[in-house]
T-cell receptor, first 113, second 115 residues
Framework: SQQGEEDPQALSIQEGENATMNCSYK?????LQWYRQNSGRGLVHLIL?????REKHSGRLRVTLDTSKKSSSLLITASRAADTASYFC?????????????FGSGTQLTVLP | DAGVIQSPRHEVTEMGQEVTLRCKPI?????LFWYRQTMMRGLELLIY????????DSGMPEDRFSAKMPNASFSTLKIQPSEPRDSAVYFC?????????????FGEGSWLTVV
């Protein structure tokens, strides 16, 4: 079963606009990570936010985490056509000695030039 | 660094045939993961190894699937016999350690089609 669920499933915006994707999860986590996947390629790590952090920035990316609501958002500012990809949140929860990194279903972002 | 290397990139095989997918993790990484991605089920963890030892194989769908890691630089995922429902993209990934928070680096995937 999937721990994280992204919303929306698909998002289409114009170049220069901001894109916001949301992720909800169900159980306690150590951290939450966002990954990007270009069509036909593997996933690439974008940013990690720990459970005791509320906001984190990296370049044009801004991630927020609300552990009380079990939700996170990824904001891409000033989007570019090259940002077109699928974006996945992944919840990182340790259970004993086993690491559990569970991916959501993804948001397909299309940035129109 | 060459990143995680997977082979083959694409494979088309007939139902009932054995399929072997190969992975070379990033040098120095102690954890290796096999994921499967389909439209219906998304990205699922099949198995992961830490220091060449399988830690969690609860995601392996059934006995037709097996994975090995004979040394720190090589792992295989085998499907025998293959079935059409096994058609998917299979990703290998590695991280420095199994500790929570370590970035996981993905290979480019093996695109499997079973006809």
């Amino acid at each position: 079963s999937q721990q994280g669920e992204e919303d929306p499933q698909a998002l289409s915006i114009q170049e220069g606009e901001n894109a916001t994707m949301n992720c909800s999860y169900k159980t306690s986590i150590n951290n939450l990570q966002w990954y990007r996947q270009n069509s036909g390629r593997g996933l690439v790590h974008l940013i990690l936010i720990r459970s005791n952090e509320r906001e984190k920035h990296s370049g044009r990316l801004r991630v927020t985490l609300d552990t009380s609501k079990k939700s996170s958002s990824l904001l891409i500012t000033a989007s570019r056509a090259a940002d077109t990809a699928s974006y996945f949140c992944a919840t990182d929860a340790a259970s004993g000695s086993a690491r559990q990194l569970t991916f959501g279903s993804g948001t397909q972002l299309t940035v129109l030039p | 660094d060459a990143g995680v290397i997977q082979s083959p990139r694409h494979e088309v095989t007939e139902m009932g045939q054995e399929v072997t997918l190969r992975c070379k993790p990033i040098s120095g990484h102690n954890s290796l993961f096999w994921y499967r991605q389909t439209m219906m089920r998304g990205l699922e963890l099949l198995i992961y190894f830490n220091n060449n030892v399988p830690i969690d194989d609860s995601g392996m769908p059934e006995d037709r699937f097996s994975a090995k890691m004979p040394n720190a630089s090589f792992s295989t995922l085998k499907i025998q016999p293959s079935e059409p429902r096994d058609s998917a993209v299979y990703f290998c990934a590695s991280s420095l350690t199994a500790s929570s928070g370590n970035t996981i680096y993905f290979g480019e995937g093996s695109w499997l089609t079973v006809v």
